[in-house]
């Protein structure tokens, strides 16, 4: 028997994948666990392995093909088992008229996404000469067949009969209408390249940013606020300590870690901003685990940082250390990318003093860090020149209102302005 292989489920939240390279093809031998193909998500690069061992009879899903958690991608012929397709007989035209291709070639047997691609296409599958596993068709033979101009008769416009189309060039191509239907206009371009423009294909790790980005702004009511801090003393302290640091823990030691000991402390105190959002309910989280965004040449991943709130300053400079030299070696793991209750950004590592973070759905607030700069400021009842930094917050309104999260913004301000020598790292 052959059994489907689907897309797993590659991270909390994740709902679909899509498919960069295929590392096995139709007739292949495979072990059980052996990886079969590689899939990107907006979180993470990963392989996926075969759950069985057997002979690869049918890739469904093609490169660069996006498909939901769950979805088949494949068919792998168990070992041991008699090789057949795991697939319907073809419905009788004359039973579904509709549905069915017209098809009398009915005691071959097809795969769902065959059948369904043919259906689609009305085409007779007893026309296409399979390449599969025992000559079975596959996507890519009717892809093929569709490609050299083949088609069939549509099922249900019976008396309409039709020449075989041969291949000819595009600008040959006329529009044709048929005399039970018209042919819809097509859709206008957004835009058109111009001389000099220069169009730049849209990777699969930016899709699922997209898609990522898209699914959180449609599904949660953006709010946000911000907060301005007084880091002198930090700035100060994180000076005269960075050397020594580095020279005896082996990592440096970045302002990153400061700000996630005030969140993870702050989230103590107001732990609604450790939520989710469950349609019936809130899901308030017990964990803190603190998803940070890393960026690369090609993307931003957003790693985690599991029970931030039960390590130091040390413990959290190694990890972050740790999480970004991973992202950027490739890498990570599916643990490592999942769990995450809520996110800090450091955009001011890239100078910005403002921003509106996307939340990291579908968790409740996202805290963007801006850079740290020097600002004439009134201190003392004198003016000062002094290190400030805003602190940018999105939240899901859903979730979260303005004076839970005001009041968490002041607890992460009064614990950075209380940052100096007596500060303990361990």
Partial sequence: MATKILMPQLGESVTEGTITKWLVKVGDKVKKYDPICEVITDKVNAEVPSSVSGTVTEIIAQEDETV??????????????????????????????????????TNQRYSPAVLKLANEHQ?????????????????????????????????????????????????????????????????????????????????????????????????????????????????????????????????NLTFLPFFIKAVVDAIKEYPILNSQWAGDRIIQKKEINISIAVATDEALFVPVIKNADEKNILGLARAIDDLARRTREGKLTQEDITGGTFTVNNTGSFGSVLSMPIINYPQAAILSIEAIVKRPVIYNNMIAIRDMVNLCLSLDHRILDGLVCGRFLQSIKEKIESIGPDTKLI
């Fill in 68 to 105: 939901p958690v769950g979805g088949p991608i494949c068919y792998i012929e168990e070992e041991g088992s008699e090789a057949s397709a795991p697939a319907k007989e073809l419905a009788e035209t004359s039973l579904n008229p509709v549905s069915a291709a017209p098809s009398t070639h």
């Fill in 123 to 251: 085409i007779d599958l007893s026309q296409i000469t399979g390449t599969g596993l025992g000559g079975r068709v596959t996507r890519k033979d009717i892809l093929a067949f569709i490609e050299k101009g083949g088609t069939g008769a549509t099922a249900t416009e019976p008396s309409i009969q039709r020449e075989a189309v041969q291949p000819v060039q595009p600008e040959q191509v006329q529009p044709t209408v048929s005399p039970t239907r018209s042919v819809p206009a097509p859709a206008p371009s957004i835009s058109s390249s111009m001389p000099g423009d220069i169009e730049i294909p849209v990777t699969p790790i930016r899709k699922a940013i997209a898609n990522r980005m898209l699914t959180s702004k449609h599904e949660a009511p953006h709010a946000w606020t911000m907060i301005e801090v007084d880091v002198t003393g930090l700035v100060q302290y994180r000076n005269q300590i960075k050397d020594d640091f580095k020279k005896k823990e082996g990592v």
